[in-house]
């Protein structure tokens, strides 16, 4: 006010004006800039991409980053023009997957804290390589939050280097909000796994996402601790899945994350086929499935939706997460052409289907165990000789996932076989399921809920899952009763049942696991509590 006064006693007409203007201008910008942000935050969705992406791949590692990194600024671009608010990039996606560990440290870049608020398109004091930039001035120049993965460098507390799986979060001012360091690597022998740190973050248009990076999401660190956070209702997923039936294929995995814990789940994967790798999708809160994405082709695709906000995530631990129509919105072409590997299920209790049978009702308990499955099946037999056999399957044990990492499993489920032997299960033939349809499926199975976690998963022949069923859980103390059960007919069916995931043996000798090692593991949980509780005790005497 000042300033004005001294301009209009000294200065000319025009800068008076000039004064004048600014000053009924600069209130008015914010007004509309706080105008702007509450409408953001008063839209019931917002709007999400996630990238299936296939890298470019030649015989120069070090043309191909840089090519790859110009088509995200591309896609950066061609969201924002379509109004996206946050697009989420695959794992790997500047590297392709078979990076050789050489080039590692040429294509790493240091990355700011996520509480210091450093856009690397600003600040260039730090270390920051030109691509992080490129990307941090793109998400400032579109206005767009991004999710991209990266090589992180860092250094150990001798100076070492150290590198990292990183996933980044970018503001629309470019600026890294959040950080998050792979925690359950993949034989990925090169990096160095993050501490059990969690990352989230919260959004201009009210949202609060928990981010995660592939395999992450079958083990309790970070796929369930991040759950803790009750703010999270949303998480933002990169992936480069290698699929393996009947049990591991991506978008099953993530449309089973989803559903069973109530959120919404924006997923991008590596597209690589040949490999059996890709699967890309956004899926709902309440069960739907928004988009998916998967093909035999090796190419790219921007996915768009407008997602539903949803205020708090809802405890379904008594609660029946219910049916829904499968996505229009789903894309799988070419699937005959997607390599998927096989699970070993020679430990697994299996029981053929008797397909002359209109009805069948059937028990099967994992070996020496009491743990059982409970299967319901109505079937129709619409040809003499139908080109898959169906098995029933139950299973208490210890699985090897990759080369360096066993995991704990309890399943149920009935799976498609392409011959009539335990062998084939998981193979697909090169034709669409024929000669028999499903028109019910039930699967019941008590599991102990301590230490675990179980989801649906169902997959069909296009490698999808279907939302056409039902899926109920009844806790009682330290036993869950889960239910899943169809309400439409499925004809394409390669995968019906219960994924469970016991983490106290994770890390343990593949194999079954007995009744009597499981009570005693129970045995020794509790004798570990009752003398930290004597101690406790004694030291209070």
């Not at 671009?77 to 050489?102: N, Y």
């Not at 080039?103 to 390589?129: H, K, L, Q, W």
């Not at 597209?271 to 059996?276: E, I």
């Not at 210890?398 to 299960?425: F, P, R």
Request: glycine fraction near 6%.
């Amino acid at each position: 006010h000042e300033r004005c006064k001294f301009i209009r006693k000294f200065s000319s007409r025009f800068q008076f004006l000039q004064c004048s203007i600014t000053k009924m201008i600069s209130p008015m910008f914010g007004l509309v800039f706080a105008f702007a942000f509450s409408n953001t935050l008063a839209k019931e969705t917002y709007k999400a991409a996630v990238v299936e992406y296939h890298p470019v791949n030649s015989d120069n590692a070090y043309e191909d980053f840089f090519t790859n990194v110009r088509m995200y600024l591309k896609y950066i671009e061609e969201a924002a023009l379509q109004g996206v608010d946050i697009i989420v990039f695959p794992e790997d996606g500047l590297t392709g997957w078979m990076l050789d560990d050489k080039y590692i440290p040429t294509f790493a870049t240091e990355v700011p804290d996520s509480d210091s608020g450093v856009s690397p398109c600003i600040d260039r004091n730090g270390s920051y390589a030109n691509y992080l930039i490129n990307l941090s001035c793109a998400c400032k120049r579109n206005k767009i939050y991004a999710v991209v993965n990266i090589i992180e460098v860092a250094h150990g507390s001798d100076g070492d280097k150290i590198y990292h799986n990183t996933n980044i979060a970018l503001n629309r001012a470019g600026v890294v909000i959040a950080k998050y360091r792979k925690i359950n690597l993949y034989d990925e022998v090169f990096y160095k796994p993050g501490e059990h740190v969690l990352s989230t973050f919260t959004t201009d248009f009210g949202v609060t996402f928990g981010m995660f990076i592939c395999f992450d999401v079958v083990f309790q660190s970070p796929g369930l601790d991040i759950l803790k956070n009750t703010e999270v209702t949303d998480i933002v997923y990169s992936t480069a899945w290698f699929a393996r039936l009947p049990f591991y294929t991506a978008n099953s995995v993530q449309h089973g994350y989803a559903k069973l814990h109530g959120l919404n789940f924006l997923a991008a994967g590596l597209n690589d086929p040949k490999t059996g790798t890709g699967g890309s999708g956004i899926y709902l809160a309440d069960g739907g499935i928004l988009t998916v994405y998967i093909t035999g082709k090796e190419e790219s695709k921007l996915i768009i939706a407008n997602v539903p906000k949803i205020k708090s995530r809802v405890d379904l631990s008594n609660t029946c997460q219910h049916a829904g129509a499968d996505s229009v919105n789903s894309h799988s072409s070419d699937v005959h052409l997607f390599f998927t590997n096989t699970t070993d299920l020679s430990n697994y209790t299996v029981q053929s289907l008797d397909l002359n049978d209109l009805e069948v009702s059937e028990t099967v308990c994992a070996k020496n165990s009491e743990f059982c499955c409970t299967f319901n099946a109505t079937m129709k037999k619409y040809s003499p000789l139908p080109n898959y056999s169906y098995k029933l399957i139950a299973y208490s044990g210890v699985s090897a996932i990759s080369t360096t990492k066993t995991i704990g499993l309890k399943q149920c489920a009935l799976v498609a076989c392409s011959e009539d032997n335990i062998a084939s299960c998981g193979q697909r033939n090169k034709g669409f399921p024929s000669g028999i349809y499903f028109e019910h499926i039930s699967v019941t199975g008590t599991f102990n809920t301590h230490d675990a976690v179980y989801m649906p998963s169902t997959v069909t022949y296009d490698l999808l899952p279907t939302n056409r069923y039902v899926y109920c859980r009844k806790v009682s103390g330290n036993q869950e009763e889960v239910s899943m059960y169809t309400t439409q007919k499925l004809d394409s069916l390669l995968t019906f049942g219960i994924f469970g995931r016991t983490f106290k043996y994770d890390d343990h000798t593949p194999g079954i696991i007995t009744d009597a090692a499981s009570r005693s593991g129970h045995i020794s949980y509790m004798a570990c509590l009752l003398i930290l509780f004597c101690s406790n005790c004694l030291w209070i005497i």
